[in-house]
C-alpha cells in the first residue's frame, strides 16, 4: 500500500491511501485516527486501517502532494554512504567507521511536484537521489538483526544540497530553504522484501544522471537504524536517509549544477518517481 499526505481542495490537509489515480481520504474518514502521517504511525493498528481503504475520494490531479512526514518530525540523513568522488570537492573526508549523520529541518524539503528553490547566494546547487526508511515504532538499542523491523515503509529523499555551503559546514548546505523533497508517498513495508536490492535513479530533465543499487552502500540500511538508536529513541514517523551514490551535479567535471527551468528526478524500485521543477529564489 501506499500512504500520502496531501492538500485537499479548500487547502485542507490529510493523509490518504493511493488507489490506482485516485486517493482515499483517511482523515475525512477516520478524523479520530488519522490527522497527521505522525498521528497514524503511532496507532497500534494503523497498518488495518490503511488495508481497508476501498473508495476514492480525490484524483491525483485534484490534490497538492505534501511532503511527507517532514514537516512535523524528524528527518536524519546519513553521509558518505556510497564509495564516490566527493561532490562537496576539496579533499574528500575518508571512509568513516561509523554512519555519519545530519537532520534535515521543516522548511527544508518540498513535496512531489513542488518546486526547489535554486538559492542567489550560490551557484553550487545539487541534487542526492536517496532510498529513506520511516520508522514504525519506537525502537533504543535496536539489533542489526532485527532492525528492519522497526521499519513501516520506505520513501524517496532528494536531499538538495548547496556545495559551497557545505564546505562551511554539512548542516549549513543541507539545509536551504525549499532545496529539497521527499515523497511522494510511502510504500508499507511488506512490499519490499530487500532494501539492498533496489535501483536508484537520478534524472535531469530526462537525462540519467545517477544510476545504481542499494546494494552499493557501505552501511547497510539496518546497520544505520540499530546505529542511531544506540544515540536516541527513534519515533514513529521518524524518516532515515540513506545516502547517494555517484552522479550528483558536484561529482562531474567540469560540475553540473542545478538551474531554474530543469526538472529533477528520483526514482527508487518499487516506490515511484519523486519529480519536481527547480525555480530562481526571487
Known amino acids: 500500500m501506499r500512504v500520502l499526505e496531501f492538500i485537499a481542495p479548500g487547502q485542507r490537509a490529510g493523509v490518504g491511501v493511493l488507489l490506482g489515480d485516485g486517493v482515499y481520504d483517511l482523515t475525512t474518514r477516520h478524523p479520530d485516527r488519522a490527522r497527521s502521517m505522525h498521528h497514524l504511525l503511532n496507532l497500534p493498528d494503523w497498518r488495518d486501517l490503511v488495508a481497508s481503504a476501498k473508495a476514492v475520494d480525490f484524483a491525483l490531479d485534484d490534490i497538492e502532494f505534501s511532503p511527507l512526514l517532514a514537516q512535523s518530525g524528524r528527518v536524519f540523513a546519513i553521509g558518505l554512504n556510497y564509495a564516490k568522488k566527493y561532490p562537496a570537492g ?20 518540498v513535496g512531489h511536484l513542488q518546486p526547489l528553490v535554486a538559492p542567489r547566494v550560490s551557484p553550487t ?18 539489533p542489526v538483526e532485527s532492525a528492519l523491523d522497526v521499519v513501516a515503509g520506505w520513501t524517496i529523499v532528494n536531499d538538495g544540497s548547496v556545495r559551497e555551503w557545505q564546505r562551511h559546514s554539512v548542516s549549513a548546505g543541507k539545509n536551504f530553504e525549499r532545496s529539497g523533497s521527499i515523497g511522494p508517498w510511502m510504500v508499507t513495508s511488506d512490499e519490499i522484501a530487500d532494501p539492498q536490492a533496489l535501483r536508484l535513479v537520478a534524472r535531469v530533465d530526462g537525462e540519467v544522471r545517477q544510476d545504481a543499487s542499494t546494494g552499493e552502500m557501505i552501511k547497510s540500511v539496518a546497520q544505520i537504524i540499530s546505529y542511531l538508536s544506540t544515540a536516541l ?6 524518516v532515515i536517509a540513506t545516502g547517494s551514490p555517484e552522479g550528483s551535479g ?12 530543469q526538472v529533477v528526478e528520483c526514482e527508487v524500485e518499487g516506490i515511484g518517481v519523486l519529480r519536481n521543477p527547480v525555480i530562481g529564489e526571487s
Open 250 to 261: 558536484g561529482g562531474f567535471d567540469p560540475p553540473r549544477w542545478l538551474m531554474p527551468g
Open 233 to 238: 529513541e527513534l519515533l514513529p514517523g521518524d
Open 125 to 142: 546547487f545539487d541534487h542526492e537521489s536517496e532510498l529513506a526508511a520511516v520508522i514504525g515504532r519506537r525502537a533504543r538499542h535496536v
Open 90 to 109: 576539496g579533499t574528500p573526508p575518508p571512509t568513516p567507521q561509523f554512519p555519519p549523520w545530519f537532520t534535515k529541518v521543516p522548511g527544508t524539503l
